[in-house]
C-alpha cells in the first residue's frame, strides 16, 4: 500500500450454524442433497404458513456471543428485513435489526507475533436465502430452496483492523472460535462461512474516509485480494484528486477485481420491523449462564498461552492449535518436562501432520501418546539416535503401543556415539577419498559434507554425525 | 322446517339420536346452496361430492356406535383465507385464482378430526381487504336480507352464507372486524376471539398482529360450539397462547345477574345512525332489567383506532403480501422480459385495487424516514388503547358498543370511497389492536328491516363470559328471528 496512507477495516461474517433442523421449520439442516428435497411449505414461504423459532439457534448464538465477550439481550426480537430476489420466498428474510442478541463484545487476534484487541459490534441471528441456479442444460434460472431456513449468524465487527493481514488473522480466529464451539462446519467450499468486507483509506494522522462494501466475498484468501484491491483503487482515485462515494461493489476473485452494485442513492430501503409471526425472546439468567460451560479456553487465547509459555513462534502456536488434538498432544508430551517444546513442535507440525495429511486421517486414529512423543524428541535431542532414525521410530509409534527405547533397541538404530569406534572409520573414509581430502585443504570447505556422508554410509547410517564431522576436521 | 334451518346445536342432538343422518343434513345444504347461491354468491369453490362422502364417513362411524364430537356431520363453510388441503384458496384473488395448498390450516385439521363435513370455500374481500365484499376479484356476495345491498366484509361470504342456510356455522377471519361487522350487516352471531385462542396456522396472512380466525352462528351455542373446535394452543403458531381450554357451549346458562357493563359513549357518537343506538340501548336495558349494572365510561383515544389500525395493518399486508411474486405459485403475467418486470407485471396484473393501495399505504408508512412518524406512533397508540382498555376493565366485566355505525348498504354504494368504507370499521378495530375478543349478535332492525348487530367486548381470554352473556340476551328476547326468506324472487325484499 502507498507510504502515507492507512486503511480500515471492518467485516461482516455470515456463518451457517450445524444445528439439526433448520431456524423456523423442523426440515433438515444439510448440504449436498438433491435440489429441492430439504424444504416445506414453511421454507418456501407458502401463504398462511407461519415461522417457530428453533431455540437451539438461540443457544448457539449465546455461545458465540460469550465467547466474543459480548453483552448478551437476554430480551430481543427478531425482525423483517424486506426485498424481492426470487431465492428470498417470503420476499422477506426474518433477521434482527435494532436489538441483537448479542453486542459490544471483542476478540484478540495475533498478527506479527503481537496481540490485537478487535471489536465486535453485534452477533445477530437470521435465516439464509434459497440458491439460485444457472444453467444451460435446463434454460434460464431456477431455485433450490435447500437452503432456505438455514440459520446463519452474523458476526459484524468495528472497523478495528488496519491491514489485510490483520483482517486475515481475524477471520482465522472467529472461524476457530466456531470450530471450537462446534456451532458451525465453517466449511469455505460449501459457503457455510461467507463475508462481507468493509474497506476505507485515509492519509495518515486525517479522519477516516468513505468506506466502500464488498459483497460476494466467499474465501478468507479472496478477503485479503479484496482488501488490497479495494485500498489501491481507492487510494488511486484520491490521488487523482477524486472523492470516494459510498457504494456497493461485487468482489470478483477470479478477475481480481470489485465491480460496483449499487451507490449509496440506489441503497436499499429494507423497511425493517419487528416480525410479527413471532414472540421476543426471552432469556432466563440461568439459560444465558449455563451456556457459558463447556466453552473452555479458547483457540486464539490458546495461541497466545503457547506463545508465552513454550516460547514458540506464532505460526508453530497457529499450526498447533488450528487442530486442538494437535496442541493437546504437544502439551501433554511438553508436561512430561522431559524435551524441549521446540523439538516437539517439530516433529508435530513435520512428520505427524505430514502423516495427518497424507492419510486423510485425524490424529485420534493414530497411536501415539505424549509420553512417546516426548522419548523420541528426546531421543534425537540427545543424539542417541539420528533424526532418521527417529522418523523410523515414528512410523512405529504412531501405530504401535511401543515403548520408543525398545523400538530402538528392536531396529537397532542406537547411533554409534564411541569415538574410538567411529575414529577408526574416519581414518579409512580419509584414506579411501584423497580427492576430496585436497578439496577440503585446498578450500573446498563443502567437500566436508560428502566426507561424512560417506562416513555415515560406513556406519549404516548410525554413527552420530556431529562427532563425526568434529573428528574429520581433526584429521584433517 | 328444512334440515338447513336447523341449528347445529339441535342437528348434532338429532344425528345423536339417529332421527337424521348427516347425509341427509348435507343433502339439505346443498339444496339450499343450489337455490340460493345464485343469488347470493356467498360460495367461490363447491365441493359437494367430498362434502358427501364427509358426510357419509360420518353415518358409518355413527352406525359402529362410535361417539362423535358435536360438530360431526355438521356443514360447516369456510372463508377462502383459510388454507385447505387440495382445495383452491384464493383469498378472493386472481394472484392465487388457481392455488390449491398441499397443506391443511391447523382450524381445518382441527375441524377433520371433529368429523365436521366442509361444503366449500367462502367469498370475501381480496385478501380479507374491505368491508363489503365487493373487492373479491370473483363475485359480489349479496345480504340475504336484502339482495340489493352488501353483506360485510371481509367474511361477506360466511356471514351470508350462515344468514342464508347455505352453511349451518361458517369460519370468518378478523383483522379490523371482518366477522363482527358482516355478522351484524347478516343478523347472525360473529366472534373474534382473544388474539393467540385460535391457531393462525394457514390462514393466509394479511395483518399477522390482528388476525384472528372466529366463528359464525345463527345462534350464540352454535358461534360456541364451533369455536370450541377450533380454539387452543398450536405448536405451529407461535404466537398462540399456551393455556388450559375448556369447551364454553356445555356451560352457556341464561344469567347476567350483577354483571357490569360498560358503555363507552365515544362508541355512541357521531357517525352512529339513530336507529342503531336505539337498539343497543334497547338491549341494554334488557341486560340491565335481568339483572346486570350498566355502567357508563369512557374509552378517550377510540378515535385514533382507525389511524393506528391502517397503519399496523397495512404496514404487516405490505410485508405479507410481497412473497406474491409469480415465481413460485398462482398468477404469472404472460408479459415480461427482465425480472423486475415480471414482478411489477405479476402485481399490477395480479391484485385489485384496494389491496394495492394498502400494499402503497403500508410500504410508505415503513419507509425510512417515514418509520418513527407512522409505524412507531401506531405501535405507540395501540399501547396506549391496550393500556385503556385494561383500566376500564377494572370498572366493568365487559363492554357493550354498537358493532357497526349503519346498517347494510347498497352494492356499489361506496366501493369508489374507501375513507367512507373504512369508517365501517372504527367500532370494531379497538378490539384487534388491543387484541381482545368481541362478539357481535343480533338486537334489532332498522326501519328498512335490515339487522343492526351489538358488540360485546371483554377483556383478553373471556370468551366464556362474553359467550355467556350473548347467550343470556339470546335467551331474553326469545331468540334471534329466523332466517330471511329467500325462494327465487320471492327472497329479495
Given at each position: 500500500m502507498k507510504q502515507g496512507y492507512e486503511m480500515v477495516v471492518g467485516l461482516e461474517i455470515h456463518a451457517e450454524l450445524n444445528t439439526d433442523s433448520k431456524i423456523y421449520c423442523s426440515c433438515h439442516n444439510a448440504f449436498g442433497l438433491e435440489v429441492n428435497s430439504q424444504c416445506c411449505p414453511i421454507c418456501m414461504g407458502m401463504p398462511g404458513t407461519l415461522p417457530t423459532l428453533n431455540s437451539r439457534v438461540v443457544d448457539s448464538a449465546v455461545k458465540m456471543g460469550h465467547a466474543l465477550h459480548c453483552s448478551i439481550n437476554r430480551i430481543c426480537k427478531q425482525d423483517r428485513k424486506n426485498y424481492f430476489y426470487p431465492d428470498l420466498p417470503k420476499a422477506y428474510q426474518i433477521s434482527q435489526f435494532d436489538v441483537p442478541l448479542c453486542e459490544h463484545g471483542y476478540v484478540n487476534i495475533m498478527v506479527d507475533g503481537k496481540q490485537k484487541k478487535i471489536g465486535v459490534t453485534r452477533i445477530h441471528i437470521e435465516e439464509d436465502a434459497g440458491k439460485l441456479l444457472h444453467g444451460d442444460s435446463f434454460g434460464g434460472t431456477l431455485v433450490d430452496f435447500n437452503r432456505c431456513g438455514v440459520p446463519l449468524i452474523e458476526i459484524v465487527s468495528e472497523p478495528d483492523m488496519r491491514s489485510s493481514a490483520e483482517a486475515k488473522a481475524y477471520l482465522d480466529a472467529i472461524k476457530a472460535i466456531l470450530q471450537h464451539l462446534d456451532i458451525s462446519d465453517c466449511k469455505m467450499q460449501e459457503g457455510s462461512i461467507r463475508c462481507d468486507v468493509n474497506v476505507s483509506v485515509h492519509k495518515e494522522g486525517e479522519p477516516f474516509g468513505t468506506r466502500c462494501e464488498m459483497k460476494n466475498v466467499n474465501t478468507f484468501s479472496g478477503a485479503v485480494r479484496a482488501i488490497e484491491y479495494e485500498a489501491n483503487r481507492q487510494i488511486e482515485l484520491l490521488e487523482q484528486g477524486e472523492s470516494i462515494s459510498q457504494e456497493t461493489r461485487r468482489w470478483d476473485d477470479s478477475q481480481g477485481k470489485s465491480f460496483l452494485l449499487r451507490s449509496k442513492e440506489d441503497a436499499q430501503d429494507y423497511r425493517y420491523f419487528p416480525e410479527p409471526d413471532l414472540l421476543t425472546i426471552v432469556l432466563s439468567e440461568e439459560r444465558v449462564e449455563s451456556l457459558k460451560e463447556g466453552i473452555g479456553e479458547l483457540p486464539n487465547d490458546r495461541m497466545a498461552r503457547l506463545m508465552w509459555e513454550y516460547r514458540l513462534s506464532q505460526g508453530d502456536a497457529t499450526l498447533l492449535v488450528e487442530v486442538p488434538e494437535k496442541a493437546d498432544l504437544f502439551e501433554a508430551a511438553a508436561a512430561i518436562g522431559k524435551a524441549k517444546a521446540d523439538e516437539l513442535v517439530k516433529w508435530i507440525v513435520g512428520d505427524i501432520s505430514k502423516y495427518l495429511n497424507d492419510t486423510?486421517?485425524?490424529?485420534?486414529?493414530?497411536?501415539?501418546?505424549p509420553v512417546q512423543l516426548s522419548d523420541l524428541a528426546e531421543a534425537v535431542t540427545s543424539g542417541k539416535i539420528s533424526s532418521t532414525a527417529g522418523k523410523t521410530v515414528l512410523d512405529v509409534i504412531l501405530f504401535e503401543d511401543k515403548s520408543v527405547e525398545a523400538v530402538i533397541e528392536e531396529k537397532g538404530l542406537a547411533q554409534i556415539s564411541d569415538t574410538g569406534a567411529l575414529e577408526e572409520i574416519v581414518l579409512e573414509v580419509l584414506k579411501n577419498n584423497e580427492k576430496s581430502v585436497q578439496d577440503y585443504r585446498g578450500g573446498k570447505t563443502n567437500a566436508l559434507g560428502y566426507l561424512v556422508g560417506q562416513c555415515m554410509r560406513l556406519t549404516k547410517g548410525k554413527g552420530n554425525p556431529t562427532l563425526m564431522k568434529e573428528l574429520l576436521i581433526k584429521h584433517l | 322446517m328444512e334440515l338447513y334451518e336447523y341449528s347445529a346445536a339441535k342437528l348434532s342432538a338429532m344425528m345423536e339420536q339417529g332421527e337424521i343422518s348427516a347425509h341427509e343434513l348435507c343433502e339439505s345444504v346443498f339444496r339450499r346452496i343450489e337455490g340460493t347461491d345464485p343469488e347470493v354468491h356467498a360460495y367461490l369453490t363447491l365441493q359437494k361430492e367430498e362434502a358427501l362422502k364427509q358426510a357419509d364417513e360420518v353415518d358409518k362411524l355413527r352406525r359402529s356406535g362410535e361417539s362423535l364430537p358435536p360438530l360431526a356431520g355438521i356443514p360447516v363453510g369456510i372463508k377462502d383465507n383459510i388454507c385447505t388441503k387440495g382445495l383452491r384458496t384464493t383469498c378472493a384473488s386472481r394472484m392465487l385464482h388457481n392455488f390449491v395448498p398441499p397443506y391443511d390450516a391447523t382450524v381445518i385439521k382441527k375441524l377433520r378430526a371433529q368429523y365436521a363435513v366442509i361444503p366449500g370455500k367462502l367469498n370475501m374481500d381480496e385478501f380479507a381487504m374491505g368491508s363489503s365484499t365487493e373487492t373479491s376479484y370473483f363475485q359480489k356476495t349479496a345480504n340475504p336480507h336484502d339482495l340489493t345491498r352488501i353483506p360485510g366484509g371481509s367474511s361477506g361470504g360466511s356471514a351470508a352464507a350462515v344468514a342464508a342456510g347455505s352453511a349451518v356455522v361458517a369460519l370468518g377471519s378478523d383483522t379490523g372486524g371482518s366477522i363482527r361487522q358482516p355478522a351484524s350487516l347478516c343478523g347472525v352471531v360473529g366472534l373474534k376471539p382473544t388474539y393467540g385462542a385460535v391457531s393462525r396456522f394457514g390462514l393466509v396472512a394479511f395483518a399477522s398482529s390482528l388476525d384472528q380466525i372466529g366463528p359464525f352462528g345463527r345462534t350464540v351455542e352454535d358461534a360456541a360450539l364451533l369455536y370450541d373446535a377450533v380454539c387452543g394452543p398450536d405448536s405451529m403458531d407461535a404466537t398462540s397462547v399456551r393455556r388450559d381450554v375448556t369447551p364454553i357451549a356445555p356451560q352457556l346458562h341464561a344469567s347476567v345477574k350483577g354483571l357490569k357493563i360498560g358503555l363507552p359513549h365515544e362508541y355512541f357518537e357521531?357517525?352512529?345512525?339513530e336507529s342503531t343506538k336505539k337498539a343497543v340501548m334497547n338491549a341494554a336495558a334488557e341486560l340491565e332489567k335481568a339483572g346486570a349494572k350498566l355502567i357508563p365510561l369512557s374509552l378517550p383515544s377510540t378515535g385514533y383506532g382507525l389511524s393506528a389500525y391502517y397503519i399496523i395493518a397495512s404496514a404487516e399486508a405490505s410485508s405479507n403480501l410481497a412473497r406474491f411474486d409469480g415465481v413460485k405459485y398462482g398468477y404469472r403475467t404472460e408479459h415480461f422480459e427482465t425480472l423486475e418486470q415480471m414482478y411489477e407485471n405479476t402485481r399490477s396484473e395480479g391484485f385489485g385495487d384496494e389491496v394495492k393501495r394498502r400494499i402503497l399505504l403500508g410500504t410508505f408508512v415503513l419507509s425510512s424516514g417515514y418509520y418513527d412518524a407512522y409505524y412507531k406512533r401506531a405501535k405507540m397508540l395501540q399501547q396506549q388503547m391496550t393500556r385503556e382498555f385494561v383500566s376500564v376493565f377494572e370498572q366493568c366485566d365487559l363492554l357493550l358498543t354498537p358493532t357497526t355505525p349503519y346498517t347494510a348498504f347498497k352494492l356499489g354504494e361506496r366501493i369508489d370511497d374507501p375513507l367512507m368504507m373504512y369508517r365501517c370499521d372504527v367500532c370494531t378495530v379497538p378490539v384487534n389492536i388491543a387484541g381482545l375478543p368481541a362478539v357481535s349478535l343480533p338486537c334489532g332492525r332498522d326501519d328498512r328491516g335490515l339487522p343492526i348487530g351489538m358488540q360485546l367486548i371483554g377483556p383478553h381470554f373471556s370468551e366464556a363470559r362474553l359467550l355467556n352473556t350473548a347467550y343470556s340476551y339470546e335467551k331474553l328476547i326469545g331468540g334471534f328471528p329466523p332466517m330471511p326468506r329467500l325462494a327465487g324472487k320471492e327472497g329479495a325484499k
Open positions: 486423510g486421517k485425524p490424529l485420534s486414529d493414530f497411536a501415539i501418546t | 357521531e357517525g352512529v345512525e
